[in-house]
């Protein structure tokens, strides 16, 4: 019995954006501790970029060459791109139990698949979708929220007034760390960014905008007792002069600038992975249906248009988070 087919996105080599084609494939099937979900959306990642063969604008020059060498060497070991998304459950492997059909969820898949009509992922990494945001809202949520969550829930914990400065706050990172640091925590919250995207960046709880074009925001009077860099964007260096005695640095990004490589023991640098799990979309789910957070979305693209979509996320201006609509 031939398997049934479906649409999707899919790479053969790395390389540019160019490489990645719109293909018809065979629908995966669950295994037994797997769930197979209809897929309605998904969102370009800096993994999803990584993998195919792209890198940071902020990564230097020498590692960008060095792993270029590496990545044309090597054929990819994933075929099909994407890792967050959001769908319907529409089959059961036989052992999941804590699951039904029609349930809708949305979740981080670490191997990828996600560009794509149908992925097959393990129960345990799904979360149950917020019941206020639709489909390609929730498919934002993945892949952004999860450094930002990770940098104030697990690392810096601030207290209602400290003052938080986030870099590169208009950004699908810095967006979801703007609002946790007001919202959640009762932070008073500055954002760095470009002009055009000042007023989002208010709007979504930043008390204060610093346009990063006109003003040196490493040069100011103001102390922070929490720096966010949402994308690497600056040295640790320059952003310890405005620094509290007690204050921290977090990087998502600790080794985008070379300096910050022997900056790394220092006690107030860290650097924060995504924490991507089930519990950590349940808390997301929790703080977005309370109104919160929401995320913030740039542009979507259709399937067939993932290569553009990777383009226009690979300039860095993107205002929130490019998701991808899956039909």
């Given at each position: ?13 790395h ?8 293909q018809e ?19 370009i ?10 890198y940071?604008k ?6 960008k ?12 070991r ?17 052992k ?26 393990p ?25 930002a ?5 697990d ?9 938080v ?15 946790i640091?007001?919202?959640v925590?009762?932070a ?27 003003t040196d ?12 860099d ?10 310890e ?6 204050g ?20 107030r ?23 919160k957070v ?13 290569a ?9 201006h ?10």
């Open positions: 019995m031939e398997n049934k087919k479906m649409k999707a996105i899919v790479y053969h080599r390389g540019p954006p160019k490489v990645l084609l719109p494939v065979d629908m995966p099937i669950p295994k037994e501790d797997e769930v197979l979900i209809r897929n309605y959306g998904s969102s990642n800096t993994a999803d970029v990584f993998y195919r063969g792209g940071p902020v990564m230097p020059l020498a590692i060459g060095v792993l270029k060498l590496i990545m044309r060497l090597r054929k990819p994933r075929k099909i791109p994407g890792c967050g998304f959001a769908g319907e459950i529409v089959s059961l492997g036989h999941v139990t804590d699951w039904q059909v029609g349930d809708q969820v949305y979740g981080y898949a670490p191997k990828g698949g996600a560009c794509a009509q149908y992925l097959a992922v129960s345990s990494i799904i979360a149950k979708k917020p019941s206020n945001l639709s489909f390609l809202e929730a498919a934002a949520v993945p892949g952004g929220a999860g450094p969550l990770v940098a104030f829930r690392v810096t914990r601030p207290q209602k007034g400290m003052e400065l986030v870099i590169a706050a208009s950004g699908g990172i810095g967006t979801f760390g703007v609002q640091a007001k919202h925590y009762g008073h919250v500055t954002g760095v960014c470009g002009p055009s995207n000042q007023s989002m960046v208010k709007a979504i709880g930043a008390d204060a905008v610093i346009d990063y074009t006109k925001y490493t040069k100011g009077d103001k102390k922070y007792d929490i720096i966010f949402a994308i690497g964007a600056n040295r640790f260096s320059l952003c002069k405005i620094l509290s005695d007690e921290l640095y977090v990087t998502v990004n600790p080794v985008a600038r070379l300096g910050n490589v022997f900056k790394m023991k220092d006690r640098f860290k650097g924060v992975e995504a924490d991507e799990s089930a519990a950590a979309l349940n808390l997301l789910r929790e703080w977005i249906e309370s109104g929401k995320p913030v979305i740039d542009t979507v693209y259709p399937l067939n248009k993932t553009e979509a990777h383009r226009h996320y690979e300039t860095g993107s205002k929130g988070r490019v998701v991808i609509s899956i039909d």
